[in-house]
């Protein structure tokens, strides 16, 4: 899929990806598409948790994570995450996923150590953003002040949210309490959007865009 890619193949120009980062299976998920199908060498990667009363993230990612034997280029044809080094990188990685919950260690961190060893030429930093009223709004407000050229976000699934969908553009989220918030981005944000499903290990993605819903990507 196309996320937002700007200027013409011969001199790619850099983008602003965010990836919503949180201590769960569906924000690793969303954080290995980022890297395997959709971040470029010449990419911003800013990985972006929205503090909220969260519980026990340890082993969240330990048992999923895991990269790709090689970083392959997407259906849009994305070029690779790099040449000589991408085994090397990748087992450092998947070596340093498996980490992941051993310890007090923070999880930004270390999801933004997996980030430099997967893809060592990318700009990978941080943000900790507080949420002020619903999470939805606080990342589209964060996501406009930084110019985000794509938000990527991982997404859970469900019957209701598959067959009723979200709210549409403009819709109040004030005394909400049944949106889903990757749906609602999708739908809201000014950018493109990415919502990510992982299908098991080695099942592939299912992505939700605003023009493209339950797209399949061969992992």
């Known amino acids: 899929m196309e996320e937002g890619r700007r200027g013409s193949s ?3 120009q850099s983008r602003k990806i965010m990836v919503i980062a949180d201590p769960t ?13 959709a971040v470029l060498e010449q990419d911003e990667l800013i990985l972006v948790h929205v503090e909220n009363s969260g519980g026990s993230w340890k082993n969240a990612f330990s048992s999923f994570l895991r990269l790709p034997s090689s970083i392959s280029s997407s ?9 000589g080094t991408t085994t090397a990188s990748n087992a450092a990685a998947t070596a340093l996923a498996s ?16 980030c430099e060893i997967a893809q060592p030429k990318v700009r990978v930093h941080t ?3 507080a949420m002020e009223g619903v999470k939805a709004t606080a990342i589209l407000l964060h996501g406009d002040k930084l110019g985000v050229d794509v938000i990527i976000i991982g997404q859970r699934r469900t019957i209701s949210s598959s067959l009723l969908g979200t709210r549409r553009p403009g819709g109040s989220l004030r005394g909400s309490k049944g949106v889903d918030t990757a749906e609602y981005l999708i739908e ?6 990415v919502g990510v499903t992982k299908k098991g290990q080695n099942g592939g993605y299912v992505l939700n865009t605003k023009t493209h819903k339950n797209f399949w990507l061969l992992a």
């Open 10 to 12: 011969s001199t790619p």
């Open 25 to 37: 299976r569906e924000s690793a998920a969303a954080l290995q598409y980022a890297l395997s199908h």
């Open 75 to 83: 259906s849009s044809g994305s070029s690779p995450a790099s040449n």
């Open 99 to 114: 980490e992941l919950g051993q310890g007090d260690g923070n999880f930004l961190e270390q999801m933004k150590r997996i």
């Open 127 to 129: 943000e900790c953003i």
């Open 188 to 193: 809201n944000s000014k950018c493109t959007c």
